[in-house]
């Protein structure tokens, strides 16, 4: 995949295996202990937002690869 990056000139990043991606909030960044997998809905015990889990996932991914040097 890293090669389709290159020909188009965007940078690859690799999120590390374990990052919790589905288990932190999106709005505040709080990050939940336990968050089973027939959990579709993420819903954070800090803020209250509410948010489908792979939605939640997608903007916590985007948001790794922008902190990324």
């Not at 919790?20 to 209250?48: A, M, N």
């Amino acid at each position: 995949m890293g090669y389709k990056c290159t020909w188009n000139g965007i940078k690859f990043i690799v999120a590390d295996r374990f990052y919790p991606s589905s288990k932190i909030c999106s709005r505040c960044g709080d990050i939940k202990d336990k968050l089973s997998l027939s959990e579709r809905t993420f819903i954070c015990d800090e803020c209250g937002y509410e948010i489908d889990r792979d939605l939640n996932a997608s903007i916590n991914l985007k948001n790794y690869g922008k902190g990324v040097a």
